[in-house]
């Protein structure tokens, strides 16, 4: 047999067939990886898109940051270091202005903050279920109390610099405590017909 030896122009045919092929591979691996990148670019923004809603019937976690627009956190739902369960409504300073919670006992309280962070009402419980509130002054001191207890059927008392004054809707008592002299009792008699 006759054997043919490869010519130049045979060779450089070849390598013309070989470079074309390789171009056209890298082509196809450059689209490959472009429609791979696409896809989870792709899968990425649809994540962030449907980040805004969350679906689920059961969410366990420790603490819910409410943000508004500009990031800034205005309302948390956590428990407290005894694991009561409390929400916390905050200004555009990120103080607490609203308190709401339970205590230990599960009796709940309401708690408007001021600026300082001190309580200057609170809306509560009493241990035997009876609801009172209770105003306080800026240096976090008591002056008015409306509260109804299980024993009477309700009461208030104003505190003031000069003293306090203690009304009581059961016996119609009226005290007066000052700071600088003696209780008086003031009894109103009421008429049976």
Do not use: C
């Not at 896809?39 to 962030?48: C, E, G, K």
């Not at 943000?67 to 200004?91: C, E, F, M, Q, Y």
């Not at 609170?122 to 008591?142: C, F, G, R």
């Amino acid at each position: 047999m006759f054997k043919v030896e490869p010519t130049l122009e045979n060779l450089a045919s070849h390598i013309q067939r070989q470079d074309r092929s390789l171009k056209a591979m890298s082509w196809s691996v450059l689209g490959a990886t472009i429609l791979a990148a696409a896809a989870i670019i792709s899968s990425q923004w649809h994540a962030t898109a449907n980040a805004d809603t969350v679906k689920a019937k059961t969410l366990s976690v420790e603490t819910i940051a409410l943000r508004n627009g500009t990031g800034k956190i205005v309302a948390l739902i956590s428990s407290t270091s005894d694991g009561t369960p409390h929400i916390s409504l905050l200004d555009s300073r990120e103080k607490v202005r609203l308190s709401i919670g339970l205590r230990q006992d599960g009796v709940p309280s309401v708690s408007l903050l001021d600026t300082e962070q001190g309580q200057r009402a609170v809306l509560s419980l009493n241990d035997h279920q009876d609801a009172s509130l209770t105003m306080y002054n800026a240096a976090k001191l008591p002056r008015a109390t409306l509260a109804v207890d299980s024993v009477s059927s309700g009461h208030m008392v104003l505190f003031g610099t000069g003293g306090g004054l203690n009304f009581s809707a059961l016996d119609g008592r009226v005290q007066w405590t000052p700071v600088g002299g003696a209780v008086q009792n003031i009894q109103t008699k009421t008429e049976s017909k």
